[in-house]
């Protein structure tokens, strides 16, 4: 009798255990954690953390700020998207995208006809004028005109490099990032560089690098988000994101704080 009884104690804690199982299989669709079910997949999205105004770490609490930064939170929150930020180099980052290491990519990229064949870029979401950067003692080049014979700098594929091939009688000096660039410029070892204006001023407005902006303004650059191209869904979703902070004036408003004039 009391074989029987162990026995059917035995036979009650299986049948708890079992209905226990089965509970928690139907209420997480099989998952082992709920919360996976729940939580949307995490976006990695490439930045270059040395593009101020754009990107930069914060030296008070090692978090990346500027325009771009909030720019993709706030098109994150209209979309509905959880991102992770990754500090990469510029080359590091397109190279990241286009094979899909990351999911997508801001960094004031210029969206040229070339990289264009390469990438999936967003809608455009900031057009800027280009500045001409020379040292403060050359009194040479006062503009496009003088920059036959001359050699400038410009990052890899940005729209400066483009236009300085279209300018006769000029050496096309390329870097893998616009910092390069000018450290060449302020050590002498090239005349100018060509670079988006909101980058030329942060450049030429730190008294040591005696750099100084000619010319006025030097053709247009467009900026967009690079897309990792096996997922066409997060490309309509970033577009969203972008047309809703266009709509509400988020993006006027970023423009104005951080690049008063782009």
Request: one cysteine or more.
């Amino acid at each position: 009798m009391k074989r029987v009884s162990v026995v059917l104690v035995i036979l009650v804690w299986i049948g708890v255990i079992l209905a226990a199982c089965g509970e928690k299989a139907t209420s997480t669709n099989g998952l082992s954690n709920p919360d996976a079910a729940l939580s949307p997949a995490k976006i990695r999205v490439g930045v270059e953390g040395i593009l101020p105004p754009f990107e930069a770490i914060n030296t008070t609490t090692k978090e990346l700020t500027g325009f771009d930064i909030e720019l993709m939170k706030a098109i994150a929150t209209r979309a509905g998207l959880n991102i992770q930020f990754v500090n990469v180099g510029k080359n590091q980052l397109l190279t990241g995208v286009l094979n899909c290491q990351y999911d997508a990519g801001i960094s004031a990229i210029s969206m040229t006809d070339e990289l264009r064949q390469q990438l999936e870029f967003s809608d455009p979401y900031l057009t800027i004028a280009q500045a001409l950067v020379v040292q403060k003692g050359n009194i040479t080049i006062t503009g496009p005109d003088q920059l036959p014979g001359m050699t400038i700098g410009a990052q890899r594929g940005s729209s400066g490099a483009s236009e300085v091939q279209n300018i006769p009688g000029t050496q096309l000096a390329i870097y893998p990032s616009f910092d390069l660039a000018f450290q060449e410029l302020i050590s002498g070892n090239i005349d100018a560089v060509l670079a988006g204006k909101p980058r030329a001023t942060s450049y030429a407005s730190v008294p040591s690098n005696k750099l100084k902006i000619v010319g006025g303004e030097f053709g247009n650059e467009t900026y967009g988000i690079a897309v990792c191209k096996e997922n066409p869904a997060l490309l309509t979703k970033i577009n969203e994101g972008l047309a809703a902070v266009k709509a509400d004036g988020t993006l006027d408003k970023l423009t104005r704080k951080w690049l008063a004039n782009p």
